[in-house]
């Protein structure tokens, strides 16, 4: 496939000073596809491409959205109770999620 310059130019410009390479990747598939659309719709259908699971069974994951404004996925890390998800953003910050819920049930068992 082929593509003009100028759309090229017109893409480049929307993109942010930062972009995720594997978005920019999804901008080209999609322009290829000749669907054109904001580089903020773009980051959400990329987003939801990318998530494994989407429903509320699928406790290995977990999807926040970073303050830099990314979405990440979170990936269970096990332990005891398989309730911590981490994961670090390409922005430099680190996530880890613990879900306390059932270490309450246990204690309030005792």
Request: charged letters at 35%; aromatic letters at 6%; one cysteine or more.
């Amino acid at each position: 496939m082929n593509v003009s310059k100028s759309k090229l130019e017109a893409l480049i410009k929307e993109l942010p000073d930062q972009v995720d390479i594997e978005e920019l990747v999804y901008h080209l598939y999609l322009l290829k596809k000749g669907q054109v659309l904001s580089h903020r719709r773009t980051g959400e259908r990329f987003s939801e491409k990318t998530m494994t699971d989407k429903s509320a069974k699928n406790h290995n994951k977990i999807m926040v959205r970073c303050p830099c404004g990314r979405e990440l996925i979170l990936d269970c890390v096990g332990g005891q109770y398989q309730n911590e998800y981490r994961k670090k953003c390409k922005c430099g910050r680190e996530w880890v999620l613990t879900e306390i819920s059932e270490l309450f049930a246990e204690i309030d068992n005792c």
